[in-house]
């Protein structure tokens, strides 16, 4: 204690009773605001690590308010949790999916706060986790985490609960991010099927996040807890997403007005399967599956209910024209919006070498698809420019298309513009779109998202 005014800090709190079997943890009063917290007395090798607490305001994290130095040890006051332990939760009953989905979600949001300062928690487990009587998650209990040094090749101490901790936090390695993705995996398992992933692995997509946290090599999982929101979030719309990509073709195969309607491989590779039954592929590892699209081609012409994007009641009129893809979305009480497409592409540009393509032998298609591609819940209009060639062979049944993507976009709802449309994310080749919402450039090998309308790199 250095100065006169922590010590006096200090001294404003009025230990009420003692929390633990050890004599290190109270719940305490503030003489002053007359406010509750809890106190904890730890090692001096944990300041920094709580040090780092004290800048981060996080609704699924516990808050520390103050720490002291004082007499070789720390002392920590932080927020007073009142709820029941996910563990007690865990076992007296079964979590339905729907809890499971959001506190994962919870956890991977606090974890992400908690690495994006630096800090390893070491010890994440449902005995760490308070839910409170909204089912809302926080974590607490950072007595052994600690702030991550890039220089080191090993943890100073091998410490944490084993079953959760992965084998780097003892003795194989330093721990980092990866570390904390590990142990949520197993709490992940735990809360699916109330055992350990070596004894019962959740099944279904799940199980198939849960399999990849907990790989015995850390470059084998996930690489950020960014990467798994996205795969949690989608297991909670994706029932939504498949009764609304359902809804799209049952209006379109009952409809209305166009032209002509194909189901065309958007986003995937050389196909050779015929025009009438292709559907898109989504080709993430977990994700894989394949839905519809509509193909707008030469001067064709579709009208759809689009209340699943929009609101309930919007009408969608898009129309191939010689040089672009005009779309008109007609909202309920709200005035129509008009959207032009068209490539960015100009005779004699190089483009798409690598699959043996140029502009002047390839055809122009317009794809529309239905995905949520923000991960925000609801559906976006995903709209490609799809450039075909005919290959021809000896045997016409084995005829084939070479096809490779120029531009896309994403159209979506806007509380307060409306119908808004991205802006154009560029391509020379062919990507690969994942169930997550995730673009991957085959040529640069990149990762691409969409978030708040801008195309960000991940």
Same mark, same amino acid.
């Given at each position: 204690m250095n100065t006169f005014t922590e010590e006096y800090r200090f001294s404003c709190y009025q230990k009420i009773k003692t929390l633990d079997g050890n004599g290190s943890i109270w719940l305490v009063e503030n003489s002053v605001t007359g406010r509750q917290y809890t106190m904890r007395r730890l090692s001096l090798t944990s300041a920094a690590v709580y040090e780092r607490l004290l800048e981060i305001s996080h609704p699924h994290i516990v808050k520390v308010w103050e720490v002291f130095r004082r007499e070789n040890f720390l002392y920590v006051v932080e927020e007073y949790l009142q709820g029941r332990l996910l563990s007690d939760i865990?076992?007296?009953?079964?979590?339905?999916?729907?809890?499971?989905?959001?506190? %994962?979600?919870?956890? #991977?949001?606090? *974890?992400?706060? $908690?690495? @994006?300062?630096?800090?390893?928690?070491?010890?994440?487990? /449902?005995?760490?986790?308070?839910? &409170?009587?909204?089912?809302?998650?926080?974590?607490? !209990?950072?007595?052994?985490?600690?702030?991550?040094?890039?220089?080191?090749?090993? !943890?100073?101490?091998?410490?944490?609960?084993?079953?959760?901790? /992965?084998?780097?936090? +003892?003795?194989? @390695?330093?721990? &980092?991010?990866?570390?904390?993705?590990?142990?949520?995996?197993?709490?992940?398992?735990?809360? %699916?099927?109330?055992?350990?992933?070596?004894?019962?692995?959740?099944g279904g997509r799940l199980g198939g996040i849960v399999r990849r946290c907990v790989e015995f090599d /850390?470059?084998?999982?996930?690489?950020?807890?960014?990467?798994?929101?996205?795969?949690?979030?989608? #297991?909670?719309?994706?029932?939504?997403?498949? $009764?609304?990509?359902? +809804?799209?073709? +049952?209006?379109? *195969?009952? @409809?209305?007005?166009?032209?002509?309607?194909?189901?065309?491989?958007?986003l995937s590779s050389v196909a050779n399967a015929g025009r009438n039954d292709r559907m898109v592929r989504l080709g993430g590892q977990m994700d894989a599956g394949d839905y519809p699209a509509l193909l707008l081609t030469d001067q064709e012409k579709a009208v759809f209910e689009a209340g699943q994007v929009f609101l309930? @009641?919007?009408?969608?009129?898009?129309?191939?024209?010689?040089?672009?893809?005009?779309? !008109?979305?007609?909202?309920?009480?709200?005035?129509?919006?008009?959207? $032009?497409?068209? &490539?960015? $592409?100009?005779?004699?540009?190089?483009?798409?070498?690598?699959?043996?393509?140029?502009?002047?032998?390839?055809? /122009?298609?317009?794809?529309?698809? *239905?995905? &949520?591609?923000?991960?925000?819940?609801?559906? !976006?209009?995903?709209v490609t420019l799809c450039r075909r060639k005919k290959v021809e062979t000896p045997d016409p049944v084995n005829n084939y298309d070479l096809a490779a993507y120029s531009v896309l976009w994403a159209v979506y709802w806007d509380d307060r513009e409306g119908p808004v449309c991205s802006e154009p994310l560029f391509f020379s080749g062919m990507p690969t779109l994942t169930a997550d919402g995730i673009l991957q450039d085959d040529l640069t090998r990149e990762w691409i998202g969409l978030e708040n309308g801008i195309w960000k790199l991940y």
């Open positions: 865990l076992s007296e009953k079964r979590m339905p999916r729907r809890q499971i989905r959001k506190a %994962a979600g919870q956890i #991977l949001t606090a *974890l992400d706060a $908690l690495h @994006g300062h630096q800090i390893i928690y070491r010890d994440l487990k /449902p005995e760490n986790i308070m839910v &409170d009587e909204r089912d809302g998650c926080k974590l607490f !209990d950072f007595d052994i985490a600690r702030v991550y040094d890039r220089e080191k090749e090993r !943890d100073t101490s091998s410490r944490g609960t084993r079953d959760y901790a /992965p084998p780097e936090q +003892f003795g194989f @390695g330093q721990t &980092d991010a990866r570390s904390d993705i590990y142990a949520f995996g197993v709490t992940l398992n735990i809360m %699916a099927t109330g055992c350990f992933p070596a004894r019962k692995l959740s /850390p470059k084998r999982r996930y690489q950020n807890v960014g990467q798994i929101l996205r795969h949690i979030r989608f #297991l909670k719309w994706e029932k939504a997403m498949s $009764l609304s990509v359902f +809804f799209l073709v +049952f209006v379109l *195969l009952l @409809g209305v007005s166009f032209g002509r309607h194909r189901q065309v491989p958007a309930e @009641g919007t009408t969608v009129c898009a129309e191939k024209t010689d040089d672009c893809l005009r779309m !008109d979305i007609a909202v309920k009480d709200r005035e129509s919006v008009q959207l $032009l497409f068209s &490539d960015h $592409l100009k005779e004699g540009d190089v483009w798409a070498d690598a699959y043996g393509l140029n502009l002047q032998e390839t055809e /122009p298609e317009y794809e529309i698809l *239905l995905h &949520d591609m923000d991960q925000n819940g609801k559906a !976006d209009l995903v």
